[in-house]
Structures are given as C-alpha cells and as structure tokens.
C-alpha cells in the first residue's frame, strides 16, 4: 500500500488510491442529501417613540404627496422624503401618524428617527428652536455684525462666521450667545461649528461651551514639595 501511494503521489493519481482501485476495492459513493434551513420571521417590537401621534397645530398646513411631507408656518416651511420602510398616516382631525411600512430591523430604526424629525418639523415651523452659548475666559467675547458673528477668542485674530439663512444669532452681554430658528438641524450644527472653535478645557473651564453643559473639571499638577 505503502509503495501505491508513493507512485501515486509522483503519478498525481492520489484520489484512486484512497478511493482503493489500484487495489480492487470497490467504495460506492452515495448521493448527499440538502438540508432545508428554517428561516425564522423576525418580530420588531415597535419603538416607544415612534407610536406616539404628532398633533398639528392650527397655525401649520401640512401636505401629503407619496412619501414627501411639506410643513408650512409663521416661521417658515420644511419638507421631508420618507424612505420605503416608513409611511405617513393623516387623520381627520390633522393628527399624523408614523408607522412602518413592512416589518423589518432596518424599519424598526427608522420608525423613530423619522417620527422625531417630523415632530421637530412641526414644532420648528410653529414655535421655533433655540440652543444657547457660552462664551467662558479673559478677553473672549462675541458681536454680529450684520450677518456675521464675529468672535474673539484668544487668537491672534477674530474668527467670523456667516449666519446662514433662517438662523438668527443674538448677542447678550458679550458672551451669551443665542442661536435661533425653526430648522433644529441646521441651529445645532452652527452652533456645533460655532464651539469647536475653542472647545472648554478641563483645567481651568476656558472655551465655548453650551448653557446646559457641564464640563468635567480635572485637577492640575500640584506643584514640588519642599
């Protein structure tokens, strides 16, 4: 056997060995059968926040077109595209409702988000939203300047920033900064952009920080002991 296999193996002819015709045995190979899999339906427990119903108020027209909504009031007007997973239900008495579409893990995620986006669109265009600065360290302060928020902030010279469209900036006090409007996604990205200019640090506290933040203070190195 011994001296087979090591002729097969310089031959190539290693699959007849094992498979014993050089030695006359006879291996009968028989068919393997597939084994189904059980695919399993996923349940998606529906989200907390997106079974709440969204009221309208009087003062906003809301309007319906396949998955687009257009939200229109006293401050202004916002529109969203739904993705397929999500739809949009309108009862008579102006109530909206977010449900999902089919019941999948990817819809059980967006049944929340979009819900909470359509909620701030309503409220944005009805009440509006406003996030505040401030502004914390010797010399630093903040002016608007037309449309232009002009910060001093340590630097060898002042960073301006242009107030984009729908937002408005206001100034109390050189230091508190108020950011306003009715779109919350675009007065929380400027002021996002607005506080890396000079994040707060965690000696001393010094930088921009949000009026409800609160900054985690580390000690500093104490000085040689006589």
């Not at 031959?11 to 006879?26: E, M």
Request: charged share 25%; proline share 5%.
């Amino acid at each position: 056997m011994a001296s087979s296999v090591t002729a097969s193996l310089q031959t190539g002819n290693l699959r007849s060995v094992f498979l014993g015709k050089t030695n006359g045995v006879y291996v009968p190979s028989a068919p393997v059968a597939r084994v189904p899999l059980m695919r399993k339906t996923i349940q998606c427990k529906e989200s907390r926040i997106g079974k709440q119903p969204i009221e309208v108020p009087s003062n906003v027209t809301v309007t319906l077109e396949g998955q687009g909504l257009q939200a229109k009031g006293p401050l202004g007007q916002l529109a969203i595209t739904y993705p397929r997973e999500v739809k949009v239900e309108r009862e008579d008495s102006g109530i909206l409702w977010v449900k999902k579409a089919i019941e999948t893990r990817r819809a059980n995620q967006m049944h929340g988000l979009f819900r909470t986006l359509t909620n701030n669109m309503v409220v944005g265009v009805s009440k509006g939203f406003d996030k505040q600065l401030l502004l914390v360290g010797v010399g630093y302060r903040a002016t608007v300047e037309g449309k232009v928020l002009v910060l001093n902030l340590g630097f060898s010279h002042p960073v301006k920033m242009e107030i984009p469209e729908g937002i408005q900036v206001k100034v109390e006090e050189n230091t508190r900064i108020t950011v306003s409007g009715y779109d919350k996604s675009a007065i929380g990205q400027f002021a996002a952009s607005v506080r890396k200019w000079r994040p707060p640090e965690p000696y001393k506290g010094k930088g921009v920080r949000y009026a409800d933040e609160i900054v985690r203070r580390k000690e500093g190195k104490a000085g040689k002991k006589k």
